[in-house]
């Protein structure tokens, strides 16, 4: 079994900032990609960013030179750093975890999600 906890989570206003943390524990041989995902009320799940285990990014379109994703490896941890937050982010965002659990089988875990809430 692999956990994640996340953390970070809640109300700003626009313009503001807020760092998301998501911690994996558990029977992990290793992590390949690490990266976060947000949902809007009636809105279909959207990749945020992404970071692999060497350190290439990915961003949503909608999120590029606001947000800045990171990880640390000897931790587990991958992080989301949200600059100048905008009405638009509001939703409830979701870390997922990709790797391997010792014996070799693979995992894809997805956290219990933390809400963000920027006001106008």
């Known amino acids: 079994q692999v956990q994640l906890v996340e953390s970070g989570g809640g109300l700003v206003q626009a313009g503001g900032s807020l760092r998301l943390s998501c911690a994996a524990s558990g029977s992990i041989s290793g992590i390949n990609i690490m990266g976060w995902y947000r949902q809007a009320p009636g809105k279909q799940r959207e990749l945020v960013a992404f970071i692999s285990d060497g350190g290439t990014t990915n961003y949503g379109d909608s999120v590029k030179g606001r947000f800045t994703i990171s990880r640390d490896n000897a931790k587990n941890t991958v992080y989301l750093q949200m600059n100048s937050l905008k009405p638009e982010d509001t939703a409830v965002y979701y870390c997922?975890?990709?790797?391997?659990?010792?014996?070799?089988?693979?995992?894809?875990?997805w956290g219990q999600g933390t809400q963000v809430t920027v006001s106008s």
């Open positions: 997922n975890v990709q790797g391997s659990r010792f014996l070799g089988r693979l995992f894809n875990s």
